[in-house]
């Protein structure tokens, strides 16, 4: 079946413009998660949804990030008014439900160069 | 809170040779365990994962991983490297008893010489 997709693959932008970035989980997955890959800080988490619950904002960096999902399905995560440190690859991770024994799988990644 | 070490960012072994990657985690409460393994320019991939069943951990392309709560550890090994082998590793945790991220530790590259 279809795995995690997330778009777009690559984004480069200028600093101080905002970005947008997609990802679509495994269809009747609930759990979704939000990761940033980086050279300097390795594999960090950012943030999840549960169902409907409120998400766990807790590994935002700064308010100049937000996430939203859609319909229980589809999550956007936004990045205002980007910095160069914020160029890393964005890894958006689906788990069929919130037991922490659940695999999450992954998707390839966007990755974000800011200039 | 939880946290992964990885010891050795490279690890160099030779094609046919044992693999044996190092995982060592803290917590007062044993955690969940997984092994990722990342080829490039593509997503994570699960291993294999401890979730307090058995402790010796059998995964996708013959690795394994053995739970060792006196050590801390959850070391990855594999008896012989092959060629496709070559990728980045990542030892996450998981708590059990309380929230939903995982933590990963820093990586290993695995390089396998011909």
């Known amino acids: 079946g279809a795995g995690v997709s997330q778009s777009p693959s690559n984004k480069v932008t200028e600093k101080g413009k905002d970005v947008e970035l997609r990802c679509d989980p495994i269809s009747g997955h609930t759990a979704l998660y939000w990761y940033r890959q980086s050279l300097g800080q390795g594999l960090e988490f950012l943030i999840y949804?549960?169902?409907?619950?409120?998400?766990?904002k807790s590994g935002l960096p700064s308010d100049r990030f937000s996430a939203e999902r859609t319909g229980g399905s589809v999550s956007t995560l936004t990045i205002q008014r980007t910095q160069q440190e914020d160029s890393a690859v964005y890894l958006c991770a689906s788990s069929q439900s919130g037991v922490p024994t659940d695999t999450q799988y992954f998707g390839p990644g966007t990755r974000l160069t800011v200039l | 809170a939880q946290s992964v070490t990885q010891l050795g960012s490279h690890v160099s072994v030779s094609e046919g040779a044992l693999v044996l990657l190092r995982c060592n985690y803290s917590?007062?409460?044993?955690?969940?365990l997984f092994w990722y393994v990342q080829y490039p320019n593509q997503g994570l991939q699960l291993l294999l994962k401890y979730t307090s069943a058995a402790t010796l951990v059998k995964g996708i392309n013959g690795f394994e991983a053995e739970f060792k709560k006196s050590e801390t550890s959850f070391h990855l090994t594999k008896p012989s490297a092959h060629m496709s082998d070559a990728a980045e590793y990542f030892c996450a945790v998981r708590p059990n008893n309380a929230g939903n991220m995982l933590t990963f530790g820093g990586g290993t590259r695995l390089m396998v010489k011909p």
């Open positions: 917590s007062s409460v044993p955690p969940y």
């Open positions: 949804f549960q169902g409907n619950s409120a998400p766990d």
